[in-house]
């Protein structure tokens, strides 16, 4: 059985229309996209919703990564020479989850899983 993926571009839309149009030209250009990726998500959620907001610790539970978006962030820590710390702080994932990534996907194993 096949797993079906949310279309975050219609949901981004209605949510945009219905709440903050004048924040639409703000992520236009993520939105006239194709594919929208996990990447992506996460800025326009940043964008729509305030990033200071009391949500955050509440939706951060909510959240799902998947494998290149895994492995983007983890290359940005690499091309920033970034700690465990300031990543967790850029992105909104604990530290411990980005140690855990690098264990993970950091080994030789790394492309098996790509």
Known sequence: MERSTPNYKRIFEDIISRKCPEKYSLCAHI?????????????????????????????????????????????????????????????????STISKWRKTFSSPQRNAFL
């Open 31 to 95: 939105l006239n996209k194709d594919e929208i990726s996990a990447m992506d998500v996460l800025r326009l959620n940043d964008i729509v919703f305030d990033k200071n907001g009391s949500a955050k610790s509440t939706n951060q539970k909510h959240k799902s990564y998947d494998h290149e978006t895994i492995h983007k962030v983890l290359d940005y820590q690499k091309e920033n020479n970034l700690s465990n710390v300031a990543v967790s702080k850029h992105f909104n994932v604990s530290r």
